[in-house]
């Protein structure tokens, strides 16, 4: 089966543009692909279909991908229907999800990730989202491309659940990648990514679970900043240092080159 040619969402730290990168790094054999923050999937997207595991602590994102998968059509024909102006948009975006059904959710969800600023999910206290509306509006997927993620996704599984649950699935020759959200980023405390924060304290945990992954069999495969705790916390493992461009406070002209790094469990070409 052909892979979609695009994401049908757009999501704040995508590895979109690591792709070449990261697909040197994908194991060549595996049973099942596991991946806890899945955001907008684009590491799935280019690999051949599989049964997978794919989820995320965002409840939207997976009720969206829930909704993809088993009524693309009417997702597509319903997010067709709403204006594209910035009264739609906030009118839109005012409603309280929990009066709406599943399906609606996901509609709404749909239109304001294509028309919100930068794509960026953020939501306040109350958890209401509140990304302001988009000067630079992207095109919304055709039904042609919905229904094509639809057929792809087939073997997924989506969940919404905590990492440490999911890595607890994996099993022996299960593909794990992981792309967690940087812990004390600066942006995390205004709600990007849901009021759920990804703290130092997680990153324990996220490798005391991914070492008993490891000796259970799994492939792992582990992107994240360079910084020293990640780097000591993961000193036993394989670890490569990457030049990633960067969006500083979300404008391309702040563009910048840092580190990130990529830490495995496995040799390359295995």
Request: hydrophobic share 35%; aromatic share 12%; charged share 25%.
């Amino acid at each position: 089966m052909k892979s979609p040619k695009r994401a049908l969402i757009r999501w704040a730290g995508s590895k979109k543009k690591l792709i070449p990168i990261l697909k040197k790094s994908v194991p060549l054999n595996f049973d099942r692909y596991i991946e806890p923050f899945c955001g907008s999937v684009s590491l799935f997207l280019e690999l051949p279909p599989s049964k997978a595991i794919l989820s995320d602590i965002n409840e939207e994102l997976i009720n969206f991908y829930n909704v993809v998968k088993r009524s693309p059509s009417y997702l597509s024909t319903e997010v067709g229907k709403l204006e594209s102006t910035k009264e739609a948009y906030y009118n839109i975006r005012s409603m309280d999800p929990s009066g709406l059904s599943r399906k609606q959710r996901a509609v709404r969800f749909f239109y304001l990730n294509r028309h919100c600023f930068n794509g960026v999910y953020r939501t306040n206290k109350a958890g209401q989202f509140n990304v302001p509306y988009g000067s630079k509006l992207s095109s919304i997927p055709s039904l042609d491309e919905v229904m094509e993620f639809s057929r792809f996704v087939r073997g997924a599984k989506f969940e919404s659940s905590d990492f440490e649950r999911i890595i607890n699935k994996a099993e022996y020759n299960d593909f794990i990648y992981l792309d967690p959200p940087y812990a004390g980023r600066s942006v995390k405390d205004r709600g990007e990514y849901g009021q759920v924060k990804f703290a130092e304290v997680d990153i324990q945990r996220l490798h005391a679970a991914l070492v008993t992954a490891s000796e259970r069999g799994a492939k792992i495969l582990l992107s994240y900043a360079d910084i020293p705790v990640i780097r000591e916390v993961f000193s036993s493992w394989k670890i490569e240092t990457i030049s990633v461009g960067r969006s500083v406070s979300g404008f391309s002209k702040g563009r910048v080159k840092v580190n990130e790094v990529l830490i495995k469990n496995f040799e390359n070409g295995k």
